[in-house]
């Protein structure tokens, strides 16, 4: 049953028990759970109290478990979109490379 209940990527309901500068412990149904404050959101959090507070029931996301010690790693973020990023601030790559930088080296030394 613990095998079942959670699964990777599975949405549970978990219960705030305490909070820690590093994240949220919950109670689950047979099981403990952390909630690190790198999953409570992909911006910056200045204090985990401003999102969620001991005794409140949240949903959250199955990141992984352990059967053995009966802990589960959980993820505030991932059931709320508006905490997660888009991945539109990646990047543009340019095609050109190191092409430029090697000019501009070549150019410097002579070569």
């Not at 699964?7 to 403990?32: H, Q, S, W, Y």
């Not at 992984?64 to 990047?91: A, F, G, H, T």
Request: glycine share 6%; aromatic share 10%.
């Amino acid at each position: 049953m613990w095998r079942i209940m959670y699964v990777k990527g599975k949405k549970v309901f978990a219960k705030v028990t305490n909070i820690t500068p590093f994240g949220a412990f919950c109670e689950l149904k047979n099981a403990a759970g952390l909630i690190h404050i790198s999953e409570i959101s992909d911006y910056y959090v200045r204090d985990i109290k401003e999102f969620v507070n001991i005794g409140d029931n949240v949903e959250v996301e199955v990141l992984d478990y352990d059967p053995v010690k009966k802990q589960v790693k959980l993820s505030y973020k991932n059931c709320r979109p508006e905490l997660l990023k888009k991945n539109n601030s990646q990047i543009q790559e340019t095609g050109v490379g190191f092409q430029m930088l090697s000019e501009k080296i070549n150019s410097l030394t002579g070569k």
